[in-house]
């Protein structure tokens, strides 16, 4: 079974643009959450998405939006990019039995650079 | 406020020796705790998981402990391969509304294991 994959790998992007990040969670998983990777604030969850609806929020500006599609398959997007948006961004995914025992896949991540 | 917290930025041991890292956290709600294994610019890699009402898990080379009236978990990796060095991060996760699909990370701890 495929995993977790993420597109595109590496961008660079000016201060002020906008980007679009695109995540393909394992087959049969439907939750998929992201989370900020930086040298300085560490893993930070962002927010996760089931059945096309977001279902939590972490922490963030509203610049961080996403969006999730009827196969599952998921986008993020920052609006009005800021040099302190550079970072990692991993997107994961998981089955989602109902229990709390769900454990997340995680992709290879999309590094985010800002100029 | 720091919720899960890995005190030890690094650890080195040397080949066929133990490995032993730790994990504190505050929240008693958290359920479901996950250690992960990552390299730079890669996703993490999901190595073991445990559930708050058993208080040990093996899988191979991996177990993790856990002392809920501590708040405290352990993975001990043995005997230790130099492919094991990596950065590890304990996560955990509280079930219910509000929490889903969010976990929360520590801030890893750095493994050498030298030949």
């Known amino acids: 079974k495929a995993g977790v994959t993420q597109t595109p790998r590496y961008l660079i992007k000016t201060r002020g643009q906008q980007v679009t990040l695109s995540c393909s969670p394992i087959?049969?998983?439907?939750?998929v959450s992201w989370y900020q990777q930086t040298p300085g604030q560490g893993l930070q969850f962002l927010f996760e998405?089931?059945?096309?609806?977001?279902?939590n929020k972490g922490n963030f500006p509203g610049r961080f939006s996403g969006r999730q599609f009827s196969n599952s398959r998921s986008e993020m997007n920052v609006s009005t990019l800021e040099l302190g948006d550079s970072a990692l961004y991993l997107c994961?995914?998981?089955?989602?039995?109902?229990?709390?025992?769900?454990?997340?896949?995680f992709g290879p991540g999309t590094r985010l650079t800002v100029l | 406020d720091q919720q899960v917290k890995q005190n030890s930025p690094s650890l080195s041991v040397q080949e066929g020796r133990i490995s032993i890292l730790n994990c504190d956290y505050t929240?008693?709600?958290?359920?479901?705790f996950l250690w992960y294994k990552k390299y730079p610019a890669e996703g993490p890699t999901f190595l073991i998981s445990?559930?708050?009402?058993?208080d040990k898990n093996e899988d191979g080379r991996f177990t993790v402990f856990l002392n809920k009236s501590a708040k405290h978990l352990s993975l001990h990796i043995v005997p230790s391969q130099p492919g094991d060095s990596a950065v590890y991060f304990c996560?955990?996760?509280?079930?219910?509304?509000?929490?889903?699909?969010?976990?929360?990370f520590g801030q890893g701890t750095t493994l050498q294991v030298k030949p």
């Open positions: 994961a995914s998981s089955l989602l039995t109902g229990g709390p025992e769900d454990t997340q896949y």
């Open positions: 087959s049969g998983h439907r939750s």
């Open positions: 998405y089931f059945s096309e609806t977001q279902r």
């Open positions: 929240n008693s709600m958290f359920d479901y």
């Open positions: 445990i559930s708050s009402i058993k």
């Open positions: 996560a955990a996760s509280a079930h219910g509304s509000g929490n889903t699909g969010k976990l929360i």
